[in-house]
C-alpha cells in the first residue's frame, strides 16, 4: 500500500492512502534507529509503503524524495528538521503590519528556496491595514524591489478577493508550501481561498509571546481545485543550512547575475577591491536591504 503523509508528530504520522483515507501510523522499528541528522524521520509530503499488521499501519519505506527542505532544529544545533518533501513552490507569506515582516527574513526564506532550486512566490498580506501614504509607498516600494529582482510579488488581504483569487492560481494543481512568521495569516489565506478547509487560526493579541502558535506542525491540506497546500506553523527565523558561504551570493538572484564580473574569481563581495556586487550596491542598483542580509547570513551562516 503506498501513501502521502499529510502530518508527522515524530513518532506518529498522519498518511492518507491512495484512497484517500487518513491513518494514524508508526515507523518500523528499524527506520526509527536510523542514524541520521535529521530530527524527524518522515516529513510531510513523503510519498511511503506502508503494511497493515493487526489493526496497526507501519511504514516501511520513504520513497526517494525528488526535494526536501530542511531548517536547523534549533540555532546551533547539527540536526536538522525536515520541513517538507516533494514540493513544487514555496509561498512566502510576509505581513506589511500587525506583524510587520522584516526583509531579513523574506531574504532568508529565499536564498533558502534557491538554494534548493525551489520557486518562490511573495505575498505581502495584510495590506487592508496599511493606514498612511507613506507605508502604502513603502511597501509598494518593497514589492518593486523583490520582482524586479525577478520574484513574482503579490499585494493581498484576506478581505480583497481579488488578491485571493491570484493566490489560488498559484496553488492550482501544485504542491505548495505555505511559511513566514506567526500571526501573518498563513492559515487565513489558505482558509480564504478554500473556504471548506476552515483551517484554525487565531487573533495575534501576543505574537510575540513566546511558543504562541496557533499551527503547531506542518499539514498537509487537499485543496478543491486541485493540488495540496503545507501548512506550516510560523518560524521565528529561518536558519540557512548547507549552505557553502562560499556559494551564498549564487542564491540572490541579482548577485548571481553578476558572476564573473568581479575582479577576483572568489570573490566574497565583502571588501574585496574591484567588487562588481560592491559597485551596485553603492550605484544603488542592488538595495542596500538584500546587500545587508547577504552580509548577515554569511557571517551567521
Ligand atoms: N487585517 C487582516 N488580518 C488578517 C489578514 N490575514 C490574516 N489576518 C489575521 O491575522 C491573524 C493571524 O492569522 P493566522 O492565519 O492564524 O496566522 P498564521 O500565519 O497561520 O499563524 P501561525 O499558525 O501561528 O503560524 C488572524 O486574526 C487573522 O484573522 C489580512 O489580510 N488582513
Ligand atoms: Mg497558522
Ligand atoms: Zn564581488
Not at 502604502?136 to 520582482?147: A, D, F
Not at 481579488?162 to 489565506?189: A, D, N, W
Amino acid at each position: 500500500m503506498e501513501g502521502t503523509v499529510v502530518k508527522s508528530t515524530g513518532k506518529y504520522s498522519l498518511v492518507k492512502l491512495i484512497d484517500g483515507k487518513v491513518v494514524t501510523t508508526s515507523l518500523k522499528g528499524k527506520m526509527r534507529l536510523q542514524k541520521s541528522r535529521e530530527t524527524h524521520v518522515v516529513a510531510v509530503g513523503d510519498k511511503v509503503t506502508l503494511e497493515k499488521r493487526n489493526d496497526d499501519w507501519i511504514i516501511e519505506d520513504i520513497l526517494p524524495r525528488r526535494n526536501q527542505l530542511n531548517r536547523k532544529a534549533t540555532k546551533l544545533s547539527r540536526s536538522v528538521h525536515v520541513v517538507a518533501a516533494n514540493i513544487d513552490q514555496i509561498l512566502i507569506i510576509a505581513s506589511a503590519k500587525n506583524p510587520k515582516t522584516p526583509l531579513g527574513f523574506i531574504d532568508r526564506v529565499t536564498a533558502t528556496a534557491e538554494s534548493y532550486s525551489i520557486p518562490s512566490i511573495l505575498i505581502i498580506n495584510k495590506i487592508d491595514l496599511l493606514d498612511s501614504d507613506e507605508d502604502v509607498e513603502k511597501w509598494t516600494n518593497i514589492g518593486r524591489l523583490y520582482q524586479d529582482i525577478g520574484f513574482e510579488v503579490i499585494p493581498a488581504s484576506i478581505y480583497d478577493t481579488e488578491s485571493m483569487e491570484k493566490v489560488l492560481e498559484i496553488l492550482r494543481g501544485r504542491e505548495t508550501l505555505v511559511t513566514g512568521q506567526s500571526g501573518v495569516g498563513k492559515s487565513s489565506i489558505i482558509n480564504a481561498i478554500d473556504p471548506v478547509l476552515n483551517i484554525k487560526t487565531s487573533v495575534v493579541s501576543n505574537f510575540n509571546e513566546k511558543g504562541k502558535h496557533t499551527t503547531t506542525f506542518a499539514e498537509m491540506h487537499k485543496l478543491s481545485f486541485g493540488g495540496h497546500v503545507i501548512d506550516t506553523p510560523g518560524v521565528r527565523s529561518f536558519g540557512l543550512i548547507e549552505i557553502d558561504r562560499r556559494f551564498l551570493s549564487h542564491y540572490f538572484p541579482e548577485m548571481e547575475a553578476l558572476l564573473g564580473q568581479c575582479k577576483y574569481y572568489d570573490c566574497t563581495h565583502l571588501d574585496e577591491p574591484g567588487c562588481k556586487v560592491k559597485e551596485m550596491v553603492d550605484r544603488g542598483e542592488i538595495a542596500e536591504s538584500r546587500y545587508m542580509s547577504y552580509l548577515s547570513m554569511y557571517y551567521e551562516g
